[in-house]
């Protein structure tokens, strides 16, 4: 979106309180993610930008937040929505509502069924959700060699959606071994997308297979199950996914 001079002269007027905020949410509590504290105060917005907070405001369309709780969108950062048995559009109509404003999926279960055709589903799919619903591309389809699947998707397969507007890289690289055996297609979809993001998915790796997994770009991992695992990880470098929900229970482990 362009911003002109105009709009941000617009902004600051109504951010000094010169001119009635377009949306003014009263007399709320909000979450102040920064500081950890529950704030009170107005929230004054100017199109679809924040102009205001902890100050008071009038607002051309006001809104009472009086015994509510403002927080900012929630950001599923990896999520499996085929996995819930519902298609992206009854998943955003389900999340949405509930908070979750961004989710960061990885279509692997109707690739590993559909291959390219279920990637392509999904993508087309994803453009259509009220949610921002991103898309990190398949890499292990099928997950092992042990498995029957479907199909199969390989760096050319991949390669050619990464610069799809949803797609924003490479998802969970459950196949750990491949990289250490130095597999020559799996190396393939690493160096594709190297310098993009790429999910980690390395339950109990350690020591300097961690190091060689971490080498090739691999930035996180949502397997982690005990704090010392953890802390091995944060400390060389790789974020950390917590989780905590119907599959895996991971937060009464964390430090305290």
Do not use: W
């Amino acid at each position: 979106m362009t911003v002109s001079r105009d709009d941000l002269k617009t902004r600051i007027g109504q951010a000094l309180g010169e001119a009635k905020a377009d949306l003014v949410i009263k007399n709320t509590r909000f979450l102040n993610v920064v500081t950890g504290e529950i704030a009170e105060g107005d929230i004054a917005v100017c199109g679809e930008v924040i102009v205001g907070t902890y100050e008071s405001y009038d607002g051309v369309e006001e809104i009472d937040g009086r015994g509510l709780t403002v927080v900012p969108g929630f950001i599923d950062t990896h999520v499996h929505c085929e996995s819930t048995c519902v298609t992206p559009q009854e998943f955003d109509r389900c999340v949405l509502p509930r908070g979750t404003t961004t989710a960061i999926c990885d279509p692997h279960e109707i690739c590993n069924v559909l291959g390219e055709q279920g990637l392509r589903y999904f993508l087309d799919s994803a453009g259509g959700t009220t949610l921002d619903l991103f898309v990190q591309l398949s890499s292990c389809v099928p997950a092992t060699e042990l498995e029957t699947s479907g199909a199969r998707l390989e760096a050319p397969d991949l390669i050619r959606h990464m610069d799809h507007p949803r797609v924003l890289g490479l998802a969970e690289f459950m196949n750990f071994p491949g990289v250490f055996h130095k597999v020559d297609g799996v190396l393939d979809k690493l160096a594709a997308f190297d310098g993009r993001h790429i999910d980690g998915h390395a339950p109990l790796v350690t020591g300097k297979e961690l190091n060689a997994y971490l080498s090739c770009g691999i930035r996180n991992c949502h397997e982690t199950t005990s704090a010392a695992e953890a802390m091995e990880k944060l400390r060389k470098g790789m974020q950390v996914l917590i989780r905590d929900g119907s599959v895996s229970k991971d937060v009464h482990a964390s430090p305290s």
